[in-house]
T-cell receptor, first 114, second 116 residues
């Protein structure tokens, strides 16, 4: 049981390049989330998904796109990376809240955009 | 909208001593969960403890306990017998149990230093 995994762990991009971050969970969670963490700002929600095939915008969605084609995977895409997207990205997942409310996190992806 | 506030950016504690981290929140809801997460230098977010709002009894997990004051909207974390491994960022988080809501609200974190 690996929990929540993220790929890659670290990446350097040049401005304008694109990339996809992969999140996978093996806990059969319905909900999945992408956050970014910047110094002094805690965790900010980028996008989230409440089930396979559904996604929704969070607090800071601009410049990102997501897809959830399979229940266990949640992809975060950057179409044209900008230096402002330098951050640590966390994926998380949880059950439908009435079943078990806690959220579980992946190890994070550190992204540097030059 | 709900908010979570951690007013202590940084705290220090001597090894083996007790420290309390503060968290306040604002909500008009009656059913919700509160969480404390620990983020050590490895960056992994680790769930430390959680509290159900409708339970008056404070949650406890080994050396970690909370002081949940629902009327005051306060949710502090007490770490007893502090250890060097407790040094980390600690985040307070809120989750509504209202049907149709899926989001967690996080505070900005408190960095805990443990002094040997």
């Amino acid at each position: 049981n690996a929990g929540v995994t993220q790929t890659p762990k670290f990446r350097v991009l040049k401005t304008g390049q694109s990339m996809t971050l992969l999140c996978a969970q093996d806990m059969n969670h319905e909900y999945m989330y992408w956050y970014r963490q910047d110094p002094g700002m805690g965790l900010r929600l980028i996008h989230y998904s409440v089930g396979e095939g559904t996604t929704a915008k969070g607090e800071v969605p601009d410049g990102y796109n997501v897809s959830r084609l399979k229940k266990q995977n949640f992809l975060l895409g950057l179409e044209s990376a900008a230096p402002s997207q330098t951050s640590v990205y966390f994926c998380a997942s949880s059950y439908f809240h009435q079943r078990e409310p806690s959220q579980y996190f992946g190890p994070g992806t550190r992204l540097l955009v030059l | 909208a709900q908010t979570v506030t951690q007013s202590q950016p940084e705290m220090s504690v001597q090894e083996a001593e007790t420290v309390t981290l503060s968290c306040t929140y604002d909500t008009s809801e009656s059913d919700y969960y509160l969480f404390w997460y620990k983020q050590p230098p490895s960056r992994q977010m680790i769930l430390v403890i959680r509290q159900e709002a409708y339970k008056q009894q404070n949650a406890t997990e080994n050396r970690f306990s909370v002081n949940f004051q629902k009327a005051a909207k306060s949710f502090s974390l007490k770490i007893s017998d502090s250890q060097l491994g407790d040094a980390a960022m600690y985040f307070c988080a809120y989750r509504s149990l209202t049907s149709g809501t899926y989001k967690y609200i996080f505070g900005t974190g408190t960095r805990l230093k443990v002094l040997a």
